[in-house]
């Protein structure tokens, strides 16, 4: 049981569709029923039917080429379709929803620039090391090092679900082109971001609205961060349509009991995901303390601000002036927060 998915009865119903390639590979990810749903990118490469238009997240799942038909065909006549289905979908699931769109993302680049060079399918993949190495030399001067390390990483992995042999491994060529690449990245893309200070977070408190339900999850999250020494993207949803319910805190947890030990108040809450543990989570400790910024008193002000917020609902949500609700994304928190720190 993965995820209360049933593998089986997908595999059963992709079994009368003649077990064309993608609709195996669809039926692996219909077995995914808490996956965010996504608005598939503006961008695109040419028409081809190797590469349907979907979302940027099943790109790595559904974009295949001859090579990856192939192979797919070659295990269809050796194991039950069922079980094609399966490896499919647990290849699949070792990447969580962030990985998969930014492996997506690359796949794009990559796809869009052997269009531009009119690459044929057939020498897609595998890529030669020239191929690979050519692709991340175009882009010198526009992009990170981070980012072309993403690209290289997507391909990768998108060549080892097509069973495809990577010719990056042990490259010379490429390794020499990603250090020159490294240093001829504009310097703004080099600059790294200063720390978060007590100053900083002072100064959040001092130029929120706590009359303003947003404002209030705002400092809630960023004491949060700051104190218990959680991630953004253990507490908020990347976008609205994202949220899982197998990685994202929602109010079901609630009430958030007080307890006291010392005269000092603290209070304990699990999240289901940690990019440390998986989905094995963690328990965040809230622990009172003689600052403004007090995260166990931020967070139950955030709490006692929202009070007609569903269950189910992400825990960071807040209600609107209409008595609605509506959920915290990261995007929205960084805005507000930059908004006030200035650049």
Known sequence: MMRGADIEAAAAGSWHSNGSPPQVREAAGATRPYEPIRVPSDESCGPSSYRPSVLASERVLLWTTPHGVTFQNQLEQLYPESYVVKLFFVMAESLDERTRN????????????????????????????????????????????????????????????????WHGERSECLRHVQRGLRLLAPSNLNLQHPPITLESLIQLHQGLDYSNTFDTAVLAIACLIFWCGCRLEELVIPAFDSFDMTKHVTRSILPI??????????????????????????????TSRDHLTCPHAALFRHLEANPNVPSHAPLFSFQTPTGAWTSMTEQWFLKRCNQLWGP
């Not at 531009?116 to 526009?142: K, N, T, V, Y």
């Not at 009991?257 to 400790?285: C, L, M």
Request: charged letters at 15%; glycine letters at 8%.
């Open 102 to 165: 930014d492996y997506g993302a690359g796949l794009l680049h990559f796809n869009q620039f052997c269009d531009r060079l009119s690459i044929p399918e057939q020498d897609r993949m595998p890529a030669s090391e020239i191929l690979l190495s050519i692709f991340i030399a175009d882009a010198a001067g526009s992009i990170s090092s981070n980012t072309a390390n993403n690209w290289l990483a997507g391909l990768r992995f998108w060549h080892v679900i097509n069973g495809a042999q």
């Open 257 to 286: 009991v007080t307890q006291e030990s010392n005269n000092v108040r603290y209070s304990t809450f699990h999240i289901p995901w940690t990019k440390t543990t998986g989905n094995n989570g963690a328990d965040i400790n809230v």
